[in-house]
């Protein structure tokens, strides 16, 4: 029923005001679900798809990844438990990268550009990997500098040096404790810093403490994802570094 | 003894204040007790009997579910970790529908009017499955769509079209992280919608995001239950649904 | 250009990959936004349309006011600053409803249905106006008991009887401190209770008790909204009220 | 060294400033500590003595108790982990009272006064007997009624009935969810009332939803403890009970 | 209509199911306020009726204790603004007795038994001085000593001392920063001991810090307040002397 | 003093422990300070010189800012309190481009590249035109369109076409409330999104929903900032922009 | 009474069980109060007397500090709104040094030892003269270095390194925001640090921003003070210096 | 290649602005880290090399510690899950000395200096533990009073005692639950107290309650540490002893 439809019927009194409402929104989404269709967002944003794994049992997830296997060149799998018997699942068919925190699954893409990313300590590694893996994915270059906390400034200068002499378009800092690393990094370079807040740390507020730090600070050009968030700054790095 | 012969007591020495006082709060409670008899909350809410399992053992839960069974033909058990017991125990002689976090034994009542129950994802599940275990529980058709999450817009349009169609009388929207779910549903419906925020997610306020992003919401048509709370919104929908 | 054309000139090496990525996400747009006309929301979700005044100069509000008046039968503007200017400015011209919450600019519709508002205290009267307001401005009839504090049993008893001799849709239960009210009155009727926490209270969590409270009680029949939300509990108990 | 003494020393430029200042100090400790002889503390404030067992190996407490009851009549041992193990080890020479979070070796006092005890549900157990062992072990005899929640409102008021008729000296209110028992019972008795907060619950603040909405309460008559400290409750209730 | 009659009409068919459930309700309540009459509150819980001035206007305050001075010897206004004014207003017609937190106006009752109220600081004299005022409008006679915080031990010995000889039934301690004044002063007593954790101090979590520390104590004989509750405590400390 | 010569001193036993410790740290600065020049920060960083103004007076600001002018060709003073008495000062001699949270005074620089900016509601303004201010004085095109919050989704969707047709470089979304926008943005480009939450709201976590919510979301391609952090979003927005 | 002759009594029944105990409470009060003379609490722990001034009137704030200059050289007041009127009352019988955050009336002592204070920016200027203040006033020489902030790190460098060249005994640090500053200079010396979290900054948890920071931090040296608690940084350090 | 090279460059447009801009930033990292040598960081700060054991494996955990071993007379290793594994690993070939919460492996030094430790409870033995093994590993005497609560104030007095007796320069005080040993034992000691919250307790804020408590005392000679943060307390109070 069109709009003209449904504003004569009204005037003529054919219909009743509960019902010409109903179908009124029902047209509304009739019109809107025909036309918009639900073209790949993988293709609309630029990024593998994503499958969250926290809450699903391996067998669903198995499911879900070969399907998506189909049709696309990759596909990754965050937060699964399962990490392990999905390497095992899908070792023979297709190249596995994982991690504890993201697999991804199928041949990686050339990479274009190159992405900084420097860790606070060896216990926020599964975080840092998280970075490596999924910039891969998305085909960009991780360049990775692991334990370099604010208690060694020269081997923070160190990494730095070497990111900007390889121009990366962009810098991750994982960091968890009191993240004091990330503004320091963002005072010395000219170009975006991502910092990726982790649970590592014990005691006040031990989970939050990175996190609240890094978005209390005054660095202009830090932007903050969620505490333990490396695929999320691996993929706004990646889509720095890949337009570029 | 009734007020006037307290009175008559007091006026005349033979009663001490305390004991005056006593008495009087003490006549209070009796009148009331006498005359509010404990009517059947089941009958006097229109809602099924409800056992709170989390904290009770099994042998608890089926004595008490023995003994309302007698009297209601059916009851609802709620957050029981012994779900898949009392399955069996049931099974052989009433009907059982159980999800994890809710189980009904006893015969559906036959329903009236329809709810449409939208989840954010996949992880969603235990609680939307709730929802819709309740609604059956309590007379209503449930028109469950799931993994509608906002990242794919045209799928939750084409979820409110059919709800709109079939002329529900409500939506419950069950989403975990920041639960952006809820609003986007409330600015497309001309009806109560109940948001249920879950507590699936990681990272800061993993748990409360989504609650905290509902009640923030600026859409009027929108109200909230507690985290995981799916039976809550299932009983409200219902009451609308059934009256309608 | 169309999808089709796309696909060949990709084939045909005629476009970038870059380029492309953008036009297919452009033309996604471009096809939405023609078909999704952005339809009058009120009409849409049958609710008048809303300003929220709470930032706004008292020049931009009369100067919104006045637009949307050309077109709808009424206005609500919800916490204006500017509450009592608004009305100076509007009496002459539209019937002006106000409180220090809530105004309604226009005429108010012929009303439809019932809801009943009990609030806990005196202090609480700004928010139960502006549910009593609101609800009058979607075309329900409220049922107001102001003062009815868990202290007082009876007087809360006396509230629902009317309510339910009167046949309400459902209930708003208005409450600041501790909130019992709302739990209590849930116990009690057989209908949708709807919860809006206030503001009132001192000491520990002083403006966050009640909400706390409404979440967390065990009544399976009551929903909440935002502290001091009294408009979205109208909003919702009026679109119960309406359709019953 | 006296002050007289030190006084003289300074004045004749025998001691520097630094020693005089310490030795000071130190003078002042050594005088408090020789007069101030720690007297039992189970006797200075009539309570039995308590030995905090969370943190202890059954060895420890074991050892902890078996000296303490070669000089008092009684123990109490609260939220030891070992519970089932010191009732093995002791009842062959004492009697032993035990709950989950308190076990009481050695006879039982003769009761003076009574203390009603109401609990919301039965998830509350642990907290409620807790509070009965305790009464018992100062001394009091405890009346308590186990599941009168709110939602129940005359099983309530049955209660406080045959508290108010055995004339209690205090009431315990144990709850969890919103605790909108505490308020209740409070506006209905003249009594002290002694809030005890549960751990009951879920979702948003559920550990804490009864103690903030027990300290946001009106009820002039409340006064609250930890969240399940039952302990600490039933002491201060058997202080009033004992000294009326 | 009655129970019989209902059953009878839903037998018979005379009555549809809506109907009967909603008559069955309103009948539960009808008999409950019919019997349940809302006796004077201040008579059942042996308390002066108490106004909460905090969002009355000067108006709605006066006019309130105006006719419940009508039929009450004494009334409390709390935390009104407009305490200045109040006194201005009854002066010359009632006795009154003010303090910032809360206004006495009538008659003094007699008093019966002794409270012992000590505070931390200077700081807290307002919340000290509602207690002083309050525990004399219910009659009993309070024992003040104030600013005797822990950094002067001995000055804390004193107060109790004299409380103690002077045989008061409860202690009241007055407290704001770390509040460590309130588990000091238990350790030394063999009474009832409230807290009234203050709003006083600044920094981390500056108006919860001593609430969070009387709630943390391991004193067995201490139960808390809300912030600034003097009111509370006097009243609960006054319930405790008078029965004694 | 070279470490060699301190080698030898303490071989030699010339220099004592202490002092040899100290001697070293203080070595270890005196090279760092000699080598680092503290070159200037907008240089290095590419970023104009910014005034952090909330706690300085305005002859202090007045005095920072020209100093700096001196050397820069322009200055952005952040949260000033006087920034329109800056306009006021320096507006004969520099242009001036202000608003409430910044101001940049001196030439504008030629614009390299588009940020497209989108705030949900009319009271996000401040910040969005914090935003537009700061976009120019890094030397980027601002494309902004207000008020454009998930209520309408048509009018989001016509900003988000136009920024892809005019080849934006990266997204700044400013959402309030629940801050729904900025997931809803980041599912239809492909490109990186900002968010900013503000801190406008009310109730429950008025100040802090929206930041919660954008770090909770799932949408892989959202980095957030500070609540009202327009300057910082800018920056990075810029960064992109102009390294693209 | 002595111990033993309250025995006695109690042996020879002619004392009840109750007064037995208050009076065996009372002795133990006497005892201690007659030998524990409260001796002057800044001899004792060699700091000046402190009036805490945030809720005294600035006449009880001259009454006291007059009192006490009476019998020591020097009071300090914190806190105090009427620092001004201070000054002006007291400037001509006794040198006074204010700040916004302390007053030190009378003659200042000489000076043994220094610290090295360090403020991240100016926005800190009044918790870091505070700490200036009261080092003087306890008797150390402060090396101040304010605006060296992380985003600078030569100047951070400048400042330690000039701090370990004139021998100081230990370092204050003065930061707001995400006060990395505090380990950064932590990893740096071979001090104990004291860090002073300021309330500067804005947005998420901008008050204890800082504060989370520096508990966090994983640096060995550092212990932190209350947010703003400049007088409490500064005695500590001044106490460490001058018994060096 | 010098500055000066690089202004010439740009003057005589030989390098482009982008170009220019990251080699003069990598032209300054390149001098920084050519001349600060990564220095020993233990012997910067004269503490021992610490390992923060918590997220490494026990493979990693040797390897790291036997590297350092090499260098080093000893090294600290925190929080390890497997300080049992390490002891087994390292007793035969180096003194080791271990706790729950930090192992020291290789020789102690000789002490110099001696620090007060005072613990509440035996239920904070670990970090109490934590502290005299930490100190030994600096080189400084523990002086160790554990179960020494506020309850039993003699029994602190008599520890204060013997550490003044024995001119302790410093005091760490250990304790959970609402921590008012800290400022108790402050008050009374001419030294810097540095106390330890622990997390030690129930209810509400269980672990944070002593920190919020110490934090908030007005005693001005407490710093404080994170909770269980006993390595960092005895870093700190070793500091103040050696230097002494």
Redesign the interface.
């Known amino acids: 029923m069109t709009f003209d439809e449904l504003f004569d019927q009204i005037q003529q009194g054919k219909i009743s005001k509960?019902e010409a409402?109903?179908h009124?929104?029902?047209d509304?989404?009739?019109?809107?679900?025909?036309?918009?269709?639900?073209?790949n967002?993988g293709?609309?944003?630029?990024?593998p798809e994503?499958i969250?794994g926290?809450?699903?049992t391996l067998e669903?997830t198995i499911e879900l990844a070969t399907k998506l296997l189909e049709e696309h060149p990759r596909v990754v799998v965050s937060?699964s438990p399962f990490y392990k018997e999905l390497n095992e699942h899908f070792k023979n068919d297709f190249p596995v990268l994982w991690s504890v925190n993201a697999t991804v699954i199928g041949e990686m893409p050339a990479t274009k550009g190159k992405v900084l990313v420097i860790s606070a300590?060896?216990?926020d590694?599964p975080v840092t990997y998280e970075c490596e893996v999924i910039l891969k994915a998305v085909g960009v270059e991780p360049l990775v500098f692991e334990d370099r906390?604010?208690?060694?400034?020269?081997?923070v200068?160190?990494a730095?040096?070497q990111g900007?002499?390889q121009?990366v378009?962009a810098v991750i800092v994982v960091a968890g404790?009191?993240?004091?690393l990330a503004?320091?990094v963002s005072?010395?370079?000219?170009?975006?810093v991502?910092g990726v807040p982790t649970?590592?740390?014990?005691?006040?507020?031990?989970k939050?403490?990175?996190?609240?730090?890094?978005?209390?600070?005054?660095?202009?050009?830090?932007?903050?994802?969620?505490?333990?968030?490396g695929?999320?700054?691996a993929?706004?790095a990646a889509?720095?570094a890949k337009?570029?």
């Open positions: 509960e409402q109903r009124f929104s029902l509304w989404m009739e019109t809107a679900s025909r036309y918009i269709l639900d073209v967002r293709m609309r944003t630029n990024i994503i969250y926290e809450y699903k669903q937060r300590g060896s216990a590694h906390g604010i208690a060694h400034p020269t081997r200068l160190e730095i040096k900007i002499e121009d378009a404790m009191e993240g004091a503004p320091f005072s010395l370079v000219p170009l975006p991502i649970s590592v740390g014990y005691g006040f507020r031990a939050e403490a990175a996190l609240t730090s890094m978005l209390a600070s005054c660095a202009p050009n830090l932007t903050v994802v969620n505490i333990d968030g695929l999320r700054a993929v706004v889509l720095i337009n570029r």
